[in-house]
């Protein structure tokens, strides 16, 4: 069977699977560059790996206290080495990023204190974590207040807002990487940089904290490359690399990471404490297969942006700019835009093929929700996933793919949903 009926017998229509490839064709240049870059970070894991002599008796779990445990203490040594930090927490115990980026908030803010996001609004569940939206156990429950500064009209950081934002209360900065459920740019390591640069020249003890979730590995450095005092993400996204079942990491300051240790689990116990029972080895294999795993999802994203932008609709970032996380949004305008592109996305997962996912109210966010998820690991967006809010502008956002092939044919499948309802008209 060649390929073009092999696609056909799951479902792909000849003129869906022709215009796919016309379009792939186009990226050669593109993909070798994502390649390249998998090269470099494949190299820079494998040397952390090397440099902290991970052996198979790292893979042993422990249970109870979990005290000495080796695998966990070494692979936070990796973890630090390759993002060059000085210290890690990478941890089954953080529950997903939102806890991630809770922790290291609520461990180095003090009653008084005042936190200011320079990058806009942060990430929606985060608005209860630091009680935008009003939430038990927020941050202002506490009495630490917020402020915050957007991203000027073209994107860039409004320096002169950020400037009068800072005063004697301001402790930490938090900065976004990625766009989150924002039709905004992702913001590139070089000008996270930047910000912080100046924000250190008016403030140098005000920590900054940069939301990692979906940009490890997109680049060849990180924030903590660039003076970010903490980075803080989710494994369930690009650094677990699809392996690992769950959990959370914090990178950064030694002093800020051990903080963050004494509130994740309590004081005085801190990183002592922690079983990491049988995972261990997913986090390894995970994070040793996360640079190629980030870039086949990378291609998927360039692709759906390619197909997309050429049909008419609103893609971000655009089929040709450089790529700084692995979400592609796509605006289609109405709700059944959205619900069909995730139901294609859906239909092509190995997990759950079957299932129709729907709009629900999910926790922490302030609209319906819809996702489709078709993943080995529940609510993985490394792995082939969508969502999108039902709330103008109606935009989807797409991400992950274990593998490039993969994800090209969930975009396929997504297409062909789209054209079938007569949403996308295929030239
Ligand atoms: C996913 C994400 C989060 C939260 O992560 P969860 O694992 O879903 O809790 C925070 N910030 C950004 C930018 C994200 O993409």
């Given amino acids: 069977m060649n390929l073009e009926t092999m696609y056909g017998s799951m479902g792909i229509s000849k003129e869906v699977y022709a215009y796919g490839q016309k379009i792939e064709k186009e990226l050669k240049e593109r993909f070798a560059a994502i390649d390249e870059n998998a090269e470099y970070n494949q190299l820079k894991v494998v040397y952390a790996m090397q440099k902290h002599r991970v052996s198979d008796i790292h893979f042993a779990g422990t249970s109870g206290y979990g005290y000495n445990d080796l695998g966990r203490d070494t692979l936070e040594e990796v973890y630090a080495e390759a ?8 941890r089954p115990q953080i529950a997903c990023g939102t806890h991630a980026l809770s ?25 209860e974590v630091i009680g935008i939206r009003p939430s038990s156990g927020s941050l202002a429950e506490y009495g630490i207040t917020y402020r915050q500064v957007d991203l000027r009209s073209d994107d860039s950081f409004d320096l002169e807002g950020i400037q009068k934002a800072m005063n004697e209360r301001t402790k930490m900065v938090h900065i976004q990487r990625s766009k989150g459920y924002q039709t905004r740019r992702t913001l590139s390591v070089a000008d996270i940089g930047e910000v912080i640069a100046y924000i250190k020249s008016i403030n140098p003890e005000v920590i900054c904290l940069v939301d990692n979730c ?10 903590t490359d660039v003076g970010a005092d903490l980075c803080a993400g989710s494994l369930i996204k690009n650094p ?25 689990t309590s004081p005085g116990l801190g990183k002592e404490v922690g079983a990491t029972f049988g995972v261990m080895q997913s986090f390894y294999q995970g994070f040793f297969l996360a640079p190629a795993v980030t870039a086949g999802a990378l291609k998927g994203a360039v692709f ?6 050429r049909l ?20 289609f305008g109405t709700p059944e835009g959205v619900i069909e592109f ?15 996912p ?70």
Wanted: charged content about 20%.
């Fill in 358 to 427: 729907e709009p629900w109210a999910m926790p922490g966010y302030d609209s319906d929700v819809i996702m489709a998820a078709g993943a080995f690991v529940q609510g993985s967006s490394i792995e082939l996933s969508a969502d999108g809010p039902i709330k103008p502008p109606y935009a989807v956002y797409f991400q992950g793919g274990l593998t490039w092939e993969h994800a090209k044919f969930g975009i396929l499948k997504s297409l062909q949903k789209l054209s079938d309802a007569g949403i996308a008209k295929i030239p």
């Fill in 214 to 223: 979906y940009g490890e590995f997109v680049e060849r450095i990180e924030p």
């Fill in 304 to 309: 759906a942006a390619n197909i997309y932008e």
């Fill in 240 to 264: 677990g690399g699809g392996l690992a079942p769950a959990g959370g990491y914090i990178v950064g300051k030694e002093a800020y990471v051990e903080n963050c240790a004494y509130r994740l």
């Fill in 83 to 90: 993002f060059h930090a000085e210290a890690a927490l990478v």
């Fill in 103 to 127: 922790v290291a908030l609520a461990a180095n803010l003090r009653p008084g204190d005042e936190l200011l996001a320079v990058s806009g609004k942060p990430y929606d569940t985060l608005e």
């Fill in 312 to 331: 008419g609709f609103d893609v971000l970032p655009n089929g040709r700019e450089s790529r700084h996380d692995i979400i592609q949004a796509i605006t």
């Fill in 342 to 356: 995730c139901r294609g996305i859906q239909a092509a997962a190995p997990v759950d093929s079957f299932a129709e």
